[in-house]
């Protein structure tokens, strides 16, 4: 019973910004790290983002620079921030929450929210 709800998509021109946020709600045990990931059409999904509980993160070499993930434990939430947005971003975005319960792991995915980077 854990949902991740997902906003902040749309349409942008190149170099132009977007924020996407995904929150987490339900029977929730102890998040581990957290994600972003991203697919195109045709193309396998891509790691875009990564936050452990720590706040490390880890970014794919193609966003390095433009992308910031961040993280709101007591709302149980992911951001992420996107400056400088090319086409190539276009994808349809998700979230992801690895949890810790009842001695298991889990990992749970938002729905996706479409980003659209087009003049």
């Known amino acids: 019973q854990v949902q991740l709800v997902e906003s902040g998509g749309g349409l942008v021109q190149p170099g132009g910004s977007l924020r996407l946020s995904c929150a987490a709600s339900?029977?929730?045990?102890?998040?581990?790290?957290m994600g972003w990931y991203r697919q195109a059409p045709g193309k396998q999904r891509e790691e875009v983002a990564t936050?452990?509980?720590?706040?490390?993160?880890n970014y794919a070499d193609s966003v390095k620079g433009r992308f910031t993930i961040s993280r709101d434990n007591a709302k149980n939430a992911v951001y992420l921030q996107m400056n400088s947005l090319k086409p190539e971003d276009t994808a349809v975005y998700h979230c992801?929450?690895?949890?810790?319960?009842?001695?298991?792991?889990?990992?749970?995915w938002g729905q996706g929210t479409q980003v659209t980077v087009s003049s």
């Open positions: 992801k929450v690895e949890m810790y319960s009842s001695f298991q792991f889990y990992n749970y």
């Open positions: 936050i452990t509980s720590g706040g490390r993160t």
């Open positions: 339900g029977s929730i045990f102890s998040i581990n790290a």
